[in-house]
């Protein structure tokens, strides 16, 4: 069974993998070399059935299966995961694991092109993702904003995989940076590829939002062909469109200059709504060929994407740098040769608008070296944000047996991720009348590139005090990452001609990178660790992990992990863990640059993010960036009696020094000097500042109960399925003044603390049938991220109530392999209160709803499976 990144954290990963492998093999006729002398120890054999109920995660010795692990593990089957009613891959995880929760991101700067999802409450980064038991790389995407809870978080972006290229999806929900490595804090999620030695499947996929937009089309192809006698190669592709969606309301300050004779004010002059997603195509490989006791294994996977999302509406009678710099008093005039520009007042000495019949004729009568953008967009306008994503990833290596039972795996991978930004409808008000053709600015991108290579080895040795041979398992990884910052065209960064007369500088609402951003910025770790695990008795297990990983940008870190089981009976369980982890911080993180606009002090201003290098000495917690530390421990219960399996875990996770972007800054005139003489003439003009710092604790504590029953209900095969997360987090610690009181609000209370499902699924003969019914616990927003608490101190605050939602698909599968599925994504279009704040920016619903604000979604499948 193929793998992709590899990763040093998975070394003794690729060992339960090369095990789970051999049962996929006798399943699939597809043999996985073996010593022939030396067959699989007893307890080894009974636990490794098929690889749609066993999971790699969790021990590094041996596969286990839900059931029979020391940790709780959820094991999702591809074609129950493919079938799913969303087409992303984060959405189905939503659906199907309680703990993950993942929001539609309407206008979140680069959060729109890569959504970034929380696993147990915890940011995208404290979550780590394997393909076929490798590690994953990252997403170029940092993001932004984040609605605090995953503000400057930079995670891997895993909606590239097509879900008919998954086998299925295992979610170990505990601490595990002592087997796996930095970023296994709240747990690990691994995707399996499918190997496929023959057939295939075609499919295609329609759906639609009740309210008559979002159109999505998907078109998916599966082959699976032999590569020699004792080989598989599967082939996946997928391509999809989806139209955008709109839940606007027209804007009080937009309806205000309408009101007032401004000519072509848009109705609604801002979109919230489902970003416009084109040319979004994955391919996935997945190869390996076996020998007699060998295997070699080679997969990865292509994939782009292009998404355009919304942005903030420009008001022509007050927005900043472009049409006034006096709060909309005044008219914002430049003059082109140095000469004088008459004033033209836009409000009354009363603070209320003039009407455009009066102003409009004063601008029409300005003398050919005055300009002011009222002339050309005197109903304002609103930008759009977009993205061109690229992604690519190989894997591969060689693994097998040697001399009296060692297990060895030796691998290398690559992986690369690159987001080219682009701005449509805006400008570079700096350069007055000189602008690109339909407004559109390539402001540059980010890169994201990793190497790994990992050697892991593993036996099962005879002991005097187990009942079954020690299972241990040691290997050693090297990784290096690298982000890169790439510059934007001219007119994105372009210094123009007005600047000195207060136009703002560079693509309005999101400049282009300048040369003094530009560059790549890397780091290389190494790791070893070694796992052991002990049967001491049939009924008790103790399993105990350490790790030492050494980086060169902030030394190194050693961390640990006991895992204990005890089996009453037949049926009845106590599991444990305990153990500490890391994050370390991204090259990324460290040295990204970038400039957005977000809603502060009750209005629109541009805001830059820097280097807290580049910052250190101006600012109060501008430092190097360090790793943040947890601690991890849970205690659970399994009940399986065959037809019944229960498992209820509680978890709690501390974790010090979190890294988060600092509230904002204001830029004095003596900081923006210092700023220019340490080589940023780019940031003349910048006004408020923040950065990424370690500065906040916290605790986050939980309960997740997972049931399933099977049984023959209604003529058919019937599975009742119970999952409920409770989840906690509490701020512990943070430093008033760079950590707000909003950010600690929202880390609190932005998630429901109750989320959970309760699903049947009918099979008979050709039939099936799907229903779930969701609940999502009140949720807390802080809309627009006012970050600001207290409505009277200009905070927008959103109490939404708990909800619940249905899923329901009937379908037909046939002999010949065609098959037929309808069904409805929140049946009965259940959508957020209204937005009490929607007349300040136009968003109809709350815009971080865990449910979505769209409504419901119908669809239809037809696949044909040769």
């Not at 020690?470 to 007119?491: C, N, Q, S, V, Y």
């Amino acid at each position: 069974m193929p793998t992709p990144s590899a990763r040093f954290t998975r070394s003794a990963l690729s060992l339960g993998l090369m095990l789970a492998l051999s049962t996929l093999a006798q399943a699939q006729d597809a043999p996985v070399p073996q010593e022939p002398a030396a067959p699989p120890p007893a307890s080894q054999a009974d636990e490794t059935t098929t690889l749609d109920v066993v999971s790699v995660l969790g021990s590094r010795t041996k596969p286990r299966t839900e059931a029979s692990s020391s940790v709780p593990i959820d094991i999702l089957g591809g074609e129950e995961f493919h079938n799913q009613p969303s087409v992303d891959v984060l959405d189905k995880m939503r659906t199907l694991v309680p703990s993950f929760n993942v929001s539609t991101i309407p206008i979140d700067d680069a959060a729109t092109l890569i959504r970034p999802a929380n696993l147990r409450g915890l940011p995208p980064d404290n979550t780590l993702v394997l393909v076929n038991g490798k590690r994953r790389h990252r997403a170029a995407v940092i993001t932004f904003l984040g609605h605090g809870l995953s503000d400057g978080s930079q995670g891997p972006d895993i909606s590239v995989f097509p879900s008919l290229a998954l086998e299925q999806v295992e979610v170990l929900r505990d601490g595990a940076a002592a087997q796996y490595g930095s970023d296994a804090i709240a747990g690990v999620i691994n995707f399996g590829l499918k190997r496929l030695e023959e057939g295939g499947t075609v499919e295609a996929f329609a759906g639609q939002q009740y309210e008559g937009d979002g159109f999505t089309r998907q078109a998916s192809a599966q082959l699976g062909m032999p590569l020699t006698s004792d080989g598989f190669a599967t082939f996946t592709f997928e391509s999809r469109k989806a139209d955008a969606t709109s839940r606007s309301v027209q804007r009080d300050d937009a309806a205000a200059v309408a009101a007032a004779g401004y000519p072509d004010v848009q109705d609604p002059a801002q979109i919230w709504g489902s970003p416009e997603v084109n040319e979004d195509l994955k391919f996935v490989y997945n190869l390996g060929i076996s020998g007699e006791n060998v295997e070699t294994y080679l997969f990865g996977n292509l994939a782009r994407r292009e998404v355009t999302g919304g942005f903030y509406y420009r008001n022509p009678t007050n927005r900043g740098g472009v049409y006034s710099n006096d709060g909309g008093q005044s008219l914002l005039v430049g003059s082109l040769d140095g000469g004088a520009c008459p004033t033209i007042a836009l409000r009354d000495a009363d603070g209320n608008l003039i009407p455009y019949s009066v102003v409009g004729p004063q601008v029409d009568a300005l003398p050919a070296n005055c300009f002011t953008f009222l002339s050309q967009l005197p109903g304002g306008f609103t930008p759009s944000f977009g993205g061109l994503m690229k992604d690519a990833s190989v894997v591969a290596g060689v693994k097998g047996m040697w001399g009296d039972g060692w297990h060895w795996d030796l691998s290398g991978s690559w992986g690369r991720n690159q987001i080219d930004f682009f701005m449509l409808n805006t400008v570079n008000a700096s350069t007055g009348p000189v602008q690109p053709d339909g407004g559109r600015f390539e402001p540059g991108g980010n890169v994201q590139t990793e190497t790994n290579f990992n050697f892991d080895v593993g036996k099962d040795v005879e002991t005097g005090f187990t009942v079954a041979p020690l299972a241990l398992a040691m290997g050693a990884e090297w990784r290096e990452e690298k982000f890169e910052i790439e510059g934007g065209d001219t007119p994105s960064t372009a210094i123009g001609p007005l600047t000195e007369q207060g136009f703002s500088i560079g693509s309005n609402g999101f400049p282009g990178f300048a040369p003094g951003t530009v560059g790549t910025f890397n780091r290389d770790n190494w790791a070893v660790y070694v796992d052991a695990e002990a049967q001491f008795t049939n009924a008790f297990r103790l399993a105990a992990a350490v790790r030492h990983e050494d980086f060169s940008d902030f030394g190194g870190t050693t961390n640990w992990k006991l895992t204990g089981r005890y089996d009453f009976t037949d049926s009845f369980a106590l599991r444990g863990a305990v153990s500490t982890g890391f994050r370390a911080p991204t090259p990324g993180q460290a040295n990204v640059s970038q400039v957005t606009t977000a809603f502060i002090d009750g209005e629109l201003r541009d805001t830059a993010t820097l280097p807290p290098a580049l910052l250190e000495g101006l600012f109060p917690g501008a430092e190097p960036l360090q790793p943040e530390e947890s601690k991890n421990a849970s205690l659970g219960l399994v009940f399986n009696s065959g037809d019944w399996l229960v498992t209820a875990d509680a978890y709690r996770i501390e974790v010090q020094d979190r890294i988060a972007r600092s509230t904002d800054f204001d830029v004095t005139q003596a900081q923006r000097d210092e700023l220019i003489a340490r080589g940023r003439p780019d940031l003349a003009s910048l006004s408020r500042v923040g950065f990424f710092v370690n500065d906040f604790d916290t605790t986050t504590t939980g309960v997740d109960l997972v049931t399933t029953w099977t049984t023959e209900h209604f003529g058919g095969d019937t599975t009742y399925s119970l999952a409920a997360n409770w989840n906690e987090t509490e701020v512990d610690d943070f430093t008033p003044g760079i950590i707000s009181e909003a950010r600690i609000k929202k880390l609190e209370e932005s998630l429901p603390s109750t989320k959970g499902y309760f699903s049947i699924n009918h099979q008979r003969e050709v039939f099936q049938a799907n229903l779930r019914v969701n609940y999502y616990g009140s949720f807390y927003e802080d809309h627009l991220d006012s970050d600001v608490v207290a409505i009277e101190d200009g905070g927008l605050p959103i109490y939404g109530d708990s909800a619940v939602t249905v899923d329901a698909e009937v379908g037909w599968r046939f002999a010949s392999g065609l098959y037929f599925n309808v069904g409805a994504q929140n049946l009965f279009d259940k959508v957020p209160e209204d937005n009490p704040w929607g007349g300040v920016a136009g968003a109809q619903y709350p815009v971080h709803a865990p449910y979505g604000f769209n409504g419901g979604f119908y669809y239809a499948r037809v696949g044909y499976k040769f």
